[in-house]
């Protein structure tokens, strides 16, 4: 109920309000309650974090994040809409940061 509770509280900061820095935390104290919710549920909190992390810029602590959700949907063998979406962003994190590589190196 509390993983639930903060991660209510995480999407009306960081999404509604745009505050994603101050929703990172909120995210994180959900995840480190989640031990009784579905694997499902932590699945999109992991993909939720990442989505976090992307709006601050922070893509390595994202590519973490959106791999452990895509493990956790493996694990289910499920294929859904959240996990289209995970594979989507990871793919955008995986060009920024190719591409960051590529200023650091030339």
């Known amino acids: 109920y509390l993983a639930k509770m ?8 960081g999404v509604a309000r ?8 909120l995210a ?7 031990d009784s919710c579905s694997l499902e549920f932590k699945a999109n909190m992991h993909h939720n974090l990442g989505w ?3 709006h601050c810029d922070k893509f390595k602590e994202c590519e ?17 809409h959240d996990t289209l979406l995970t594979e989507q ?12 590589n590529r200023k650091s190196a030339g």
Do not use: H, M, N
């Open 64 to 80: 973490t994040e959106l791999g452990k959700a895509l493990s956790i949907y493996d694990t289910l063998d499920i294929a859904t």
């Open 6 to 13: 903060y991660w209510i509280q995480c999407a009306c900061t």
């Open 89 to 100: 962003l990871l793919f955008a994190v995986e060009e920024k940061l190719s591409r960051k």
């Open 28 to 34: 994180q104290k959900a995840l480190a309650l989640a």
């Open 18 to 25: 745009k505050k994603y820095s101050e929703a990172i935390p």
């Open 52 to 54: 976090l992390y992307y």
